[in-house]
């Protein structure tokens, strides 16, 4: 097991990696499959939901998102459906000690490939469908903080409990 060094966007230089667009996978070699295990065990080390590969410094189209269940292996994913709307308080992990407020869709279908290269289908409500956005957003350079209506400190957060 490995926990990778997830990239902090004050560290990461103006058009940096975490603002490229990350390459599609064309083929799910060993390389990739480690990058999987290694995405993983950095989540459930940063206590996160989801981590895009550029995170960790591999602009490849590769996501992990943790439904409550299991951490979804997710390759080459795009949305494909979504429904409904939700407003609520977002993070990253790449953005420590800050959250803000984003509208996303309440709920999210996903097409992807698994680690065996079979094409799948998967969706997510509320928490989970937030998380396939923010991902498959990283893959496009995007950061939530782009489109939160305001971003806060985290001790201004808690002040507000
Ligand atoms: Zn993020």
New binding site residues.
């Given amino acids: 097991m490995a926990i990778l060094n997830i990239i902090n966007v004050n560290d990461d230089k103006e058009n940096g990696t975490l603002r490229k667009k990350s390459r599609p996978v064309e083929q799910i070699n060993a390389r990739i499959l480690q990058l999987l295990d290694d995405m993983k065990d950095t989540l459930r080390a940063a206590n996160g939901i989801?981590?895009?590969a550029p995170?960790v410094g591999v602009l490849r189209r590769v996501v992990v998102v943790d439904n409550g269940e299991k951490i979804l292996e997710l390759i080459n994913p795009e949305i494909v459906k979504t429904e409904g709307e939700q407003t609520g308080f977002e993070a990253?992990?790449?953005?420590p000690g800050k959250y803000g407020t984003v509208k996303r869709p309440m709920r999210v279908t996903v097409k992807a490939l698994d680690r065996n290269g079979n094409e799948f289908t998967v969706t997510g409500e509320e928490l989970t469908a937030r998380a396939f956005c923010?991902?498959i957003d990283?893959l496009n350079g995007v950061?939530?903080t782009d489109l939160a209506s305001e971003v806060l400190d985290q001790s201004e957060v808690e002040e507000d409990k």
Wanted: proline share 0%; glycine share 8%.
């Fill in positions: 989801g981590l895009a995170q990253c992990l790449s953005v923010h991902e990283h950061l939530y």
